[in-house]
């Protein structure tokens, strides 16, 4: 019998790439707590650390519109109160999935997928963060507009557009 070992990597940014966990230790060193993780294996592969998740992959939705995936973690302070954080100030979070050797080293990216996490449900168990694409997160959360000529300058009134 063979195995064949999977496991996610997980990076989570802001919007502009940087980790959101940075912090400053009172000196103005800036020092960087976790925000790259994986479920493969205890410890530190690939400057990943351990966390205990269910990845969810991609899925269409209901209406066909979108795709989803989902994080599942252990219902704890920590991991509530990072998912809520995620979660209000829109975090980028990449999922590669990695075919690993046998001395767990990554052999193969399968997988690499940008995600928005746009919300999140909980029971007294488990944490489920929704992630969406970014397209359908922008769509959900911008206000509905009319474009006019004061908001974005001269409109074309036709169909046809000639570029000269």
Do not use: C
């Not at 802001?14 to 790259?36: H, L, Q, V, W």
């Not at 209901?62 to 989803?68: A, E, F, K, L, Q």
């Not at 690499?112 to 929704?130: C, G, K, N, R």
């Amino acid at each position: 019998m063979s195995f064949v070992a999977l496991t996610n990597f997980i990076t989570v940014t802001k919007f502009d790439g940087t980790n959101p966990s940075t912090k400053s230790d009172g000196t103005g060193t800036a020092f960087s707590p976790y925000n790259k993780f994986q479920n493969g294996k205890h410890g530190v592969v690939s400057s990943h650390n351990y966390l205990s998740f269910i990845y969810q992959g991609a899925a269409r939705n209901r209406s066909g519109d979108n795709m989803t995936s989902s994080l599942i973690l252990a219902n704890s302070e920590i991991s509530m109160n990072f998912a809520i954080e995620a979660v209000q100030e829109k975090y980028h979070i990449k999922v590669e999935t990695w075919l690993m050797t046998d001395a767990f080293a990554q052999q193969t990216k399968l997988t690499e997928e940008q995600w928005l996490a746009s919300s999140l449900s909980y029971d007294p168990e488990s944490i489920e963060v929704i992630l969406s694409s970014a397209i359908d997160a922008v769509g959900a959360s911008s206000p509905d507009r009319v474009l006019t000529q004061e908001i974005v300058g001269h409109l074309p009134v036709t169909g046809s557009l000639q570029n000269r």
